[in-house]
Antibody, heavy 124, light 107 residues
Framework: EVQLLESGGGLVQPGGSLRLSCAASGFTFSSYAMNWVRQAPGKGLEWVSV????????YFADSVKGRFTISRDNSKNTLYLQMNSLRAEDTAVYYC?????????????????WGQGTLVTVSS | DIQMTQSPSSVSASVGDRVTITCRAS??????FAWYQQRPGKAPKLLIY???TLQSGVPSRFSGSGSGTDFTLTISSLQPEDFATYYC?????????FGPGTKVDIK
């Protein structure tokens, strides 16, 4: 069974840092681009970042560029999101989501499957 | 950035009704387009990709159409489990963007 399990969320003060993890199982993790998508309470979906299957290419939303870093450890089947200089507007449920297979040669695409999400709250 | 708009923002419908949701992209995206369903408290679920391809396991009452800038999601006969929020997404270029969502609730 394909599974994505996020962890690392919690309460952090403005200006603080947090690292999210997403543990993958049930598929060949190293063959897929991976994304982070977030959803503020009661709001819609916002794509945050993507990393290619091999880790060599990354893209970010303007709202997090320069503050967030995406990485992956294919030996551990794990995706990461390092979040620095956090702001109140970063408060959201953060989902990891699988992107295109490496054979497609592109990393922009749709998301399937998704993890269950982890809540990040930025507040003093 | 490519902006995505959806209409209506909400719709009240009954079991068995046909429901149509539309999404428009601010510029042409060919068929780089997807639809998702999100039930309360759950992660989104991919329903349709490449504008009209039904994801494996998704009931055939869901269908998608369109290309370029205008897209449609149709639920042919609404079932109780279909009451949810539906989001469109463009996959043509970064930043990837979603529509604001359409909430389908019980009439």
């Amino acid at each position: 069974e394909v599974q994505l399990l996020e962890s690392g969320g919690g309460l952090v003060q403005p200006g603080g840092s947090l690292r999210l993890s997403c543990a993958a199982s049930g598929f060949t993790f190293s063959s897929y681009a991976m994304n982070w998508v977030r959803q503020a309470p009661g709001k819609g979906l916002e794509w945050v970042s993507v990393i290619s299957a091999g880790g060599g290419s990354t893209y970010f939303a303007d709202s997090v560029k320069g503050r967030f870093t995406i990485s992956r450890d294919n030996s551990k089947n794990t995706l990461y999101l390092q979040m620095n200089s956090l702001r109140a507007e970063d408060t959201a449920v953060y989902y990891c989501a699988t992107g295109p297979h490496v054979d497609t040669t592109f990393i922009n695409g749709w998301f399937d499957p998704w993890g269950q999400g982890t809540l990040v709250t930025v507040s003093s | 950035d490519i902006q995505m708009t959806q209409s209506p923002s909400s719709v009240s419908a009954s079991v068995g009704d046909r429901v149509t949701i539309t999404c428009r992209a601010s510029q042409g995206i060919a068929r780089w387009f997807a639809w998702y369903q999100q039930r309360p408290g759950k992660a989104p679920k991919l329903l349709i990709y490449a504008a009209s391809t039904l994801q494996s396991g998704v009931p055939s009452r869901f269908s998608g159409s369109g290309s370029g800038t205008d897209f449609t999601l149709t639920i042919s006969s609404l079932q109780p489990e279909d009451f949810a929020t539906y989001y469109c997404q463009q996959a043509n270029s970064f930043p990837l963007t979603f529509g604001p969502g359409t909430k389908v609730d019980i009439k």
